[in-house]
């Protein structure tokens, strides 16, 4: 039995993915319980491939025994978040919450102002938790999907650099 993954083990690290990792990253994809059901069709046979790992920004967060919490994968031209998974057991620990901050800070240095969200459904209510605004819809595209999926964009505030106060301590 593994050990449960608790709120500490999130603060694990985030790191680029590579083309090793596409098995481990294709099967949290397949087992995601968020698509279960009518969703289900989607990921049906769906692949993490090695060769999307080489060309996109794919990170992934593990714990700090190696166990594989969430991934996301970021395009760049334009700016989209393309992928988000996060573990069934590692939900509402945190996860999606660093990997969304990790993303912005990986867009911002890649000059980007906003970044687009196609959200699965279910998950529009945590995009908006994490700062993203509805912006429209994107229609249903059958047989690939079969559902309308709210569209939405997180603005990438700049970056703060340091203040001459904030560098001293009052004390």
Known sequence: MTPRITRSAVAGTVRRATAR?????TRLVQVSSAYEGPYAPMIDGYRVGPDYIETHRVFLAA??????????ALLLAPPELDLMFIADAAQGLGVGRLLVEHMKGQARDAGADAVRVVSHPPAEGFYRRVGAERVGTVAA??????????EMVITLGPVQAPTAESCHSHG
């Open 63 to 72: 714990a700090p025994d190696g166990r594989l919490l969430g991934f996301y």
């Open 141 to 150: 595209n059958p047989p690939a999907v079969m559902w309308d999926r709210p």
């Open 21 to 25: 990792d596409a098995k481990r990253l």
